[in-house]
């Protein structure tokens, strides 16, 4: 069994910052890729960014120059550093990771609110 648990979502104010953190526990052997996602009502759940183990990082146009993904290996820990945050961004945020638990799969997060107010 393989859990992901978010934390570091809540509300802000437009222009602040939050950190979001993901830590992976459980049986899994090894994880590729680490992201976060994230889905508003009414809309699908869409990819904001993600990070290789090797440290290669993808981020959706609407987030570039603003978020940071990063993540620390020995902890199976990914954070993603929101700054110059809009109300656009308001969603929940779902950490994924990609890994080998006897085999290849994807695992979820609970999702964390994140709310930027005007």
């Known amino acids: 069994q393989v859990q992901l648990v978010e934390s570091g979502g809540g509300l802000v104010q437009a222009g602040g910052s939050l950190r979001l953190s993901c830590a992976a526990s459980?049986?899994?052997?090894?994880?590729?890729?680490m992201g976060w996602y994230r889905q508003a009502p009414g809309k699908q759940r869409e990819l904001v960014a993600t990070?290789?183990?090797?440290?290669?990082?993808n981020y959706a146009d609407s987030v570039k120059g603003r978020f940071t993904i990063s993540r620390d290996n020995a902890k199976n820990t990914v954070y993603l550093q929101m700054n110059s945050l809009k109300p656009e961004d308001t969603a929940v945020y779902y950490c994924?990771?990609?890994?080998?638990?006897?085999?290849?799969?994807?695992?979820w997060g609970q999702g964390t609110q994140v709310t930027v107010s005007s």
């Open positions: 990070i290789t183990s090797g440290g290669s990082t």
């Open positions: 459980g049986s899994i052997f090894s994880i590729n890729a």
């Open positions: 994924n990771a990609y890994g080998y638990s006897g085999s290849y799969s994807d695992y």
